[in-house]
């Protein structure tokens, strides 16, 4: 074992996705976040599978919250031999008992389907993991509150912090001290915007040596949130128009329940005809009945707490049914428009709305509506750019459906946000920029340079430093 602390980036280095950062010290290695990489499915593929660290020499693991993208691979890990336990807020192991149950399930489901049209061609995948390697990670959670101190290792005391991103999301400030030698360094995961439509914003730390941050809109800015309704409400009177289908690839954690709670407020106002809405997502099902049972947790903001005590049910009206069954998700193929559907995954990459995506992709009278980042690689970025065929499920297809993007729905801090953020922190000794594709987060650094921050590094995959 080392006497030095080290830092290595095996995932989210120049690209979004997939995090993974090993921590190492004297007295053993800390993993902050084990992500899933989404993308083109062979780069994911390799990418997913091959751990450039032993698992089974990870003597501890910290989730920041419950993105598969930060917390999708830990089945993977503890399969390949890991049996650390992982420290995470109590929200947060919630929230990933149903993220790796779903994800389980939809790898195995993918790949039974991936291979059924594909048998003439003798093309096969196999699924990363199952429902068992699922639940072998879960049995490892040991929840810690927010704001209360506990050691992962052996010279290390850290403390979970509000990141204002999703429900349960923490910042993790990490103390080590070896030999009278002390560093403090704060991870944030993903870090919320300053303005959020349900989550309380994150406060800025002190006395913080080194920064780990995300970048993932270095270089862009949001729209302001007060249009989200405005703009939602025009897409829906469109399809309302033309009967069609409006098909939201969703987040099923909190961009769901944000889209849910804008559609409550505008049908509430009688601002958008009373389309039917489905939330076609066994995972957003139970991901809502959590959000709605911790509503009144200090990590709401008080504007979402005030419109929810008014309207009694802020993630439920006369026109919404949440679907579990497939037999329900398949009755949508055949009913005619118009209606709301509100199906994961986020990034298209895998789930209940790839089937909805083939069912209505190729109609000119349907709307496919992003509203969240899509990864390079994903299919939710080659509808975004625009192309007209894409293949699902190994299969092409016609685009003739519209497709629209609503940025002002992300949950990320923008650059402004995070500049603002870095600025407030002042880290002593360096920044390292993760989560972002490598022109964002040389925005994000060409900004701090001008504002006079210095060591701000952005790490390649599996680049490694020492902290001084």
């Known amino acids: 074992m080392s006497d030095k602390f080290t830092i290595s980036f095996h995932g989210a280095a120049g690209e979004v996705t997939g995090s993974r950062h090993l921590l190492e ?119 810690v509150a927010y704001n209360e101190d506990f050691s992962p290792l052996r010279g290390v005391k850290a403390r979970f912090l509000n990141a204002g991103h999703v429900m349960g999301s923490a910042m993790t400030r990490l103390d080590l001290d070896a030999g009278g030698r002390k560093v403090r360094l704060l991870y944030t995961g993903d870090l919320g915007r300053q303005e959020g439509l349900l989550m309380e914003s994150p406060v800025a730390p002190d006395g913080v040596d080194y920064l780990v941050i995300e970048s993932t809109y270095g270089g862009r800015f949001h729209e302001k949130l007060a249009d989200a309704g405005e703009k939602l409400a025009e897409v829906i009177k469109r399809a309302a128009a033309s009967r069609g289908k409006v098909v939201i690839p969703s987040f099923a954690l909190e961009r769901t329940q944000e889209i849910v709670f804008i559609l409550d407020r505008l049908y509430r ?91 209505c992709i190729e109609r000119d009278e349907n709307v496919i509506l992003l509203v969240g980042y899509q990864a390079q690689g994903t299919l939710g970025r080659r509808l975004q750019e625009g192309e007209k065929k894409v ?16 940025h002002v729905f992300s949950s990320h801090a923008d650059h402004g946000d995070l500049l603002s953020f870095i600025k407030a922190v002042r880290p002593a000794r360096g920044v390292f920029l993760v989560h972002g594709e490598d022109d964002a987060r040389a925005a994000l650094a060409d900004a701090l340079a001008k504002e006079g921050v210095k060591n701000v590094f952005r790490p390649g995959l599996y680049e490694r430093f020492e902290l001084a």
């Open 391 to 406: 293949r699902i499920f190994g299969l092409q297809h016609e685009v003739a459906a519209s497709v629209e993007t609503m």
């Open 25 to 143: 010290t004297p007295a053993g290695t800390l993993l902050l976040d084990c992500g899933m990489f989404q993308g083109h499915r062979g780069d994911a593929q390799q990418k997913n599978r091959d751990f450039k660290f032993p698992p089974a020499s990870v003597d501890s693991v910290i989730l920041s919250h419950g993105h598969v993208d930060h917390c999708g691979l830990l089945p993977l890990l503890y399969k390949y031999g890991c049996s650390a336990p992982i420290s995470s807020t109590p929200s947060t192991a919630e929230i990933a008992g149903i993220m790796l149950a779903d994800s389980a399930r939809l790898q195995v489901s993918d790949a039974k389907f991936f291979n059924k049209i594909h048998a003439a061609e003798g093309q096969t995948i196999e699924p990363l993991y199952d429902e068992d390697d699922s639940a072998l990670a879960l049995s490892k959670m040991a929840p």
């Open 269 to 359: 106002e009688n601002k958008v005809p009373r389309l039917p809405v489905y939330v076609d997502s066994p995972m957003a099902v139970s991901l809502t009945e959590i959000f709605d049972k911790h509503r009144d947790s200090f990590c709401f903001d008080d504007k979402f707490q005030a419109y929810a005590r008014m309207d009694g049910d802020p993630f439920g009206f006369d026109y919404i049914r949440y679907l579990r069954s497939k037999e329900e998700s398949q009755s949508l193929n055949n009913k005619k428009g118009p209606m709301i559907i509100i199906s994961a995954s986020g990034m298209c990459e895998g789930g209940r709305v790839l089937h909805h995506l083939r069912n």
